[in-house]
């Protein structure tokens, strides 16, 4: 955690109607890799400090459900997907770089 | 491996030394019989050299020939070159034929085209990729990376790229795999650490699946490809290569490595046309060709006279050279006509006129052309020599000749060529026609324009002594009258004429007339 992420998300200039916007997220994943696990982790806890109560987080086994990983243009993994609000928006990586995640979900602008 | 705590185990995995013994005695034959077998099985016409690698053949007209065999079976194979140099076509056509001959389903990964732009591309080429796709024997998968939308938030691997992948041979039992063009990743992904990482995996784990694959790579500066990729596709690359030579495109196909296996070194040229790809396998085939005893009329009996009775050798090469007027032309359509009533078919080149053009002109001196063609036994093929290079030409001719399998073809004049190339390109185009021929037996008759009277016989120099006979045809004007005269000046394995013979272009075609006194310097046969 950065001292940056401490600031309100008025402060660092997000519209006040984002803050209402609700959240469908989908993070696919590869079985139960420590990877995968830091990243469903690192997501949890990013959603409860931003987007508390707003958001709905479904997390996917790819190796369950592989004809979604076509479907769902799944390549690298984890992969988040947010599917609204839009636009659609995808995030890879264990979701370990709380800033980048900000940006990819449009919740910081990116600089 | 061998496990020393089981004793069944061990009984059953022998000592190194009893491997040794094993490898030479009972098992180690046997697999390489029916390795043997299978290649032979796959494409009856090869002799398999390579014992020891199993060939997918790609069912691509003339690779085949010059890889002994097809790409290496269970390995992945590279394919590279410029943007347009039939990368994606060649891959393509490893399926759909891999599915049409030889039952191997596929899957083709497509990093760059959606599935309908690659299809609506192929299908003008003749590969139908959504029928195959309809019938569960193809599966087009595209894989859409696009950097604007993806956003890094740290450690990630391509196991996605891996699910899609085995999901998708699985599902369908594919043998043979394309990613094309798997270089786009890099574009899309920022850290080309783990790309160069889950590559690495990625080829390892097409090995161990025994999937035949197909990558292709965009050729790069200083390398093959961009990427590197040829660094990890160790088995077998092959580099395409489209040039523009003042104007003029030829594309060219070099196979640069193929471990364990012969395979032809030279470039290729290689066409690509409504029938999709083909490569021309015709490189100096050596002088094992036959040599037949069959002789075959001029349609000229004069003529024939004149090639110690009995006209032409089956399968030999014929230099028809003169100046223009001099009726080259008219000779070689009796020598077709000839063929075609004996029921021979013929293959006529045109590079100077139209066939419709010609057979009107052939009609006003008595041969009838026209017949042949409705009966499917004379087939033309006119092209400007200036629509394509040498090498494209070159190709083109062989695929009309192994297409249409004449027995006699005529090349008028080949000296048109000459425009595309130099002297000694075109010497070297033809010597592999010529080779291409005489294996086949096909005689070959070609004319040859001279400019001049005075230039006549060094401009065929170069190309004379690929030939077995030549007839060159002369005019002079002799007391305000214009004079024709034919002579032999060589004829290889025949006591052929040594005389200047006068011949009229009449309304019943060539007529060589009564021989006339020899002219000095003219009559110098060898």
Known sequence: ?111 | MCSSHSPALSRACPSPRNRAKARAGSWQPGTLLAKRRSVAATNGKIVPLDQELLKAPTGVQGLDEITNGGLPRGRPTLICGGAGSGKTLLAASFLVNGVEQFGEPGVLMTFEETSEELASDLASLGLDLPKLVAEGQLIVDYVRVERSEIEETGEYDLEGLFVRLEHAVRSIGAKRIVLDTIESLFAGLSDPGILRAELRRLFRWLKDKRLTAVITGERGEGGLTRQGLEEYVSDAVILLDHRVQEQVSTRRLRIVKYRGSHHGTNEYPFLIDRNGLSVLPVTSLGLTHPALEERLSTGVDRLDDMLSGKGYYRGSTILLSGTAGTGKTSLAAHFVDAACRRGERSLYFLFEESPLQLMRNMRSIGIDLQQWVERGLLQFHADRPSRFGLETHLASMYRAVREFKPLVTVTDPVTNLLTVGTQSDVRSMLTRVIDYLKLESITGVFTSLSPGKTELEQTDAAISSLMDTWIVLTINEEQRQRRRWVSILKSRGMAHSNTVNEYRLTDRGFQVLDAESTREGRANGG
């Open chain 1, 1 to 111: 955690m950065t001292a940056s992420d401490e600031k309100p998300l008025g402060a660092i200039g997000a519209a006040p109607a984002q803050l209402t916007e609700q959240y469908i997220l989908r993070l696919y994943v590869t079985g139960l890799t420590s990877r995968s696990a830091r990243a469903i982790e690192n997501l949890q806890t990013f959603c409860k400090k931003h987007l508390h109560g707003r958001y709905d987080l479904q997390v996917i086994d790819v190796y369950q459900q592989p004809e979604l990983a076509r479907t769902e243009q799944i390549i690298a993994v984890p992969t988040l997907i947010k599917e609204l609000p839009l636009p659609l928006r995808r995030l890879i990586g264990d979701m370990s770089d709380e800033e980048r995640v900000l940006v990819g979900l449009n919740i910081l602008p990116r600089e």
